[in-house]
């Protein structure tokens, strides 16, 4: 006579996929050896359980502590990754950091002229030349460069807020973009990357999924868009 192994399964499947309590744990055990002992007791004489079996049995409600503990330690584990993870996006507040956008604002000063924010490119694949153009909100294109070869990965640049022609423009939010080619001048994807201060940190729910707050402009973004801290 064997304990039935529908128990055994469900015991071990309510353990993986929801989780138990050390009072619901405790008290399936409880049961466990209860149903052994009820077992043992009522036996045939002259066919005794064989320690195989019994061992098997054990072994089988000992699964489910180590499911339990492994469970345990996992949250554990998790838990600390999530508070690290916060304490490294607290680190960023007031740093300057380059997001995916093409946004770029240029301000005036009287005494020291055009300030315009930093960009940046992404680039798959090493770029033989690349050209940056900077444009109007209304679409009017007011600077050009070729910046030549450009390595794979991230790189920033700066721009002074004047045109080609050496004139300031307006103060105010233009777009900057980007075209990438090779060797043979086939297009290379690319993506424009805009600068962003970091204002603030929101754990989600259970301190994962941390974002970084970036202001009214340009919201909320995960630590996985910093592409760049300045």
Same mark, same amino acid.
Request: charged share 20%; no cysteine.
């Given at each position: 006579?064997?304990?039935?192994?529908?128990?055994?399964?469900n015991?071990?499947? +309510?353990?993986? !996929?929801?989780?138990?309590?050390?009072?619901?744990?405790a008290?399936l055990?409880?049961?466990?050896?209860?149903?052994?002992? !009820?077992?043992?007791?009522?036996?045939?004489?002259?066919?005794?359980? /064989?320690?195989?079996e019994?061992?098997?049995?054990?072994?089988?409600? +000992?699964?489910?502590?180590?499911? /339990?503990?492994? +469970?345990?330690t996992? +949250?554990?584990?998790t838990?600390?990754? %999530?508070a690290? @993870?916060? #304490? @490294?996006?607290?680190?960023?507040?007031?740093?300057?950091?380059?997001?995916?956008?093409?946004?770029?604002?240029?301000?005036v000063?009287?005494?020291n002229?055009? &300030?315009a924010?930093?960009? $940046?490119?992404?680039l %798959?694949?090493?770029? /033989?030349q690349?050209?940056? !153009?900077?444009?109007? @909100?209304?679409?009017?294109?007011? &600077?050009?460069? /070729? #910046?030549?070869?450009?390595?794979a990965?991230?790189?920033?640049?700066?721009?002074g $807020?004047? !045109?080609?022609g050496?004139?300031?423009?307006?103060?105010?939010?233009?777009?900057v973009?980007?075209?990438?080619?090779?060797?043979?001048?086939?297009l #290379?994807?690319?993506?424009?990357l805009?600068?962003? #201060?970091?204002?603030?940190?929101?754990?989600?729910?259970?301190?994962?999924?941390?974002?970084?707050?970036?202001?009214?402009? &340009?919201?909320?973004?995960?630590l %996985?868009?910093?592409?760049?801290?300045l």
């Open positions: 006579m064997n304990i039935d192994t529908s128990v055994i399964n015991i071990n499947s +309510n353990t993986s !996929t929801a989780g138990l309590s050390t009072r619901q744990s008290e055990r409880e049961s466990f050896m209860t149903l052994l002992i !009820t077992q043992l007791q009522n036996q045939d004489p002259l066919n005794p359980m /064989e320690n195989s019994m061992t098997s049995q054990l072994a089988q409600i +000992n699964t489910v502590s180590g499911i /339990e503990e492994l +469970n345990a996992l +949250n554990g584990i838990q600390q990754m %999530d690290a @993870q916060t #304490l @490294q996006a607290a680190g960023l507040i007031d740093k300057a950091v380059l997001v995916p956008g093409n946004n770029v604002m240029v301000s000063d009287p005494d002229g055009s &300030y924010t930093p960009f $940046g490119i992404e %798959d694949a090493p770029a /033989e690349v050209e940056v !153009t900077v444009t109007s @909100q209304s679409g009017e294109v007011v &600077y050009t460069k /070729e #910046l030549g070869r450009v390595a990965g991230v790189e920033s640049f700066s721009w $807020g004047m !045109t080609n050496g004139e300031a423009v307006p103060e105010g939010a233009y777009r973009n980007f075209k990438a080619t090779d060797a043979e001048g086939e #290379l994807e690319s993506r424009a805009n600068y962003a #201060l970091v204002q603030g940190v929101s754990p989600g729910a259970g301190g994962s999924d941390v974002r970084l707050d970036l202001g009214a402009i &340009y919201g909320q973004v995960t %996985d868009q910093i592409k760049q801290i």
